[in-house]
């Protein structure tokens, strides 16, 4: 056996351990979700059926507090739903203050997005993360109406911000920009991120990585200017709007730069058979999360840009861990997909993907 078929054999085994394993607590594959999860008329999607009833469970005292128009506008003076971040609050209402049958309710919409076993990881990183239970600091909006036109119903907190949309095929998957994170062994991570819910994802990457070759990878690592939240050692927490010009790359810049722009790492158009085949598995990994329809929202925004062959791959050399050369940090890149793995000091993913590069966002640093 020579050395590359050695070295295929040993990836593949990899693989199939890293994907059995997160299968079994459904972190990876192409489940239903919810299994109880009432069905959705035409044109709607699964998050339909629980957006409405809670939004119909709602006191006028507690519509006031988190249901918006629309076109609402925040604090960027653009609409509110448009942004995210790592840590907010986007109304004051938070999920502990609804009575426990809107809770349960709440926890429908959750189960309509999310794969099974995620939504109790939700609960276990807000503990992991804050030490506090889930719902004190988890905050709840809903913007439009679930019964007349486009609605989305928004959870954010520290580590989080996640939508839930109304509609079957929005034109941004999600219907906008989301964001998770974790760090279960504290803010400075240890090394290989012991029990953190996302690091799976970084073990695909990272096949995908040691299946390059020499040229490849001087391609595909960035050795500088890894999009961070530290400028000039202080916390850089300015509002980065669909206009802003930004001096060097910051982390919660998730706006896309269209089909004409130019992308960090290696175009995976370049890679061969076998290289294609591992980014698509860590694709895979990366929508294991989320149910089967969010899952579709994203790869039929991705085919609208050419696929994972529009993209590029990039590994970032700064702030590696432990200095192994097992990337902590990462980003696939195309036309208007963002989908960005920050590891240091401990995991952040920025996500967003949309079918037409104009999409516009906003966003800061928590």
Known sequence: MTRSTSDMAA????????TVGAAAVGMVGTNDGAANAQPAAAGEGPSAAPIRAFYESLTAEQRRRMCFDWEHRGFTGLPLRLHVTNNWAISPASISSFSEAQQRLIEDVLASVLSPGWPERLKRQARD????????????AIFGRP?????????????????????????????????????????????????????????????????LDREQRQRALVTRDMPFYMVDGRIDRRHILPDTRLPIPLEPDVRFKGPRGTFPGIPIRDMNREQKLLAGLTLDGLLGPYRREYQEQVRRCLDRQGGLDACSMAFYQEHDMGSDGEWDNWR????????????????????????????????HFG
């Open 129 to 140: 993360d804050t030490n506090q239970a889930w719902g004190s600091g988890q905050k709840i």
């Open 332 to 363: 696939i890149e195309g036309p208007s997909f963002v989908w960005y793995y920050r590891g240091f000091p401990h995991v952040h993913v920025w996500i967003h993907v949309a079918d037409n590069p104009d999409t516009p966002v906003t966003s």
């Open 147 to 211: 019964d007349n036109g486009p609605c989305q119903c928004v959870v954010t907190g520290f580590h989080l911000t996640l939508r839930a949309t109304c509609e079957r095929s929005p034109s941004t998957a999600f219907h906008g920009a989301i964001c998770h994170g974790h760090q279960p062994s504290g803010f400075n991570e240890r090394v290989g991120h012991p029990n953190n819910f996302f690091w799976y994802q970084a073990q695909l990457a990272n096949q995908v990585y040691q299946a």
């Open 11 to 18: 990836r593949r085994d990899f693989l199939r351990q890293v």
